[in-house]
């Protein structure tokens, strides 16, 4: 989690930071005759908006909601007049998408900053 190789990148770049470790790949494949030439490739690469970091993947573990017991409930709530979408042209699509509801990933909602579902009533 801290950015580094772990034992899987094998021993010559464990622990290692992703910069040095595409530096010690080079010399390496350098080393055994296998590296045939190094070109600039312009890439998108992802940066953080606050800091500017680049913002590698982690894989980590992921939990999901069951919202099937939600989903009927928060459909009748609109069509009975409970609840109230502004605008109201939104209520096809909330219908499509409650309809056809699947779990939640919430790890990835919330690291992602998008909102969970939640209404007031």
């Not at 709530?77 to 502004?86: F, I, K």
Request: net charge negative; charged share 25%.
């Amino acid at each position: 989690q801290d950015g580094s190789v772990n034992q899987l990148g094998g021993a010559l770049f464990e622990g290692l930071s992703r910069e040095e470790a595409r530096e010690q790949m080079c010399r390496w494949l350098e080393d055994q005759d296998l590296l045939q030439h190094k070109r600039v490739h312009p890439t998108r690469v992802p940066r953080s908006q606050r800091g500017g970091d680049v913002i590698e993947p982690l894989i980590s573990t992921q939990w999901f909601m069951d919202m099937s017991s939600m989903a009927p409930r928060a459909l009748e709530a609109v069509r009975q007049g409970q609840l109230e979408l502004v605008p109201a042209r939104f209520q096809l699509e909330w219908n499509d998408w409650l309809e056809n509801i699947r779990p939640w990933c919430l790890s990835r909602q919330l690291w992602w900053g998008h909102r969970i579902p939640v209404w007031y009533v």
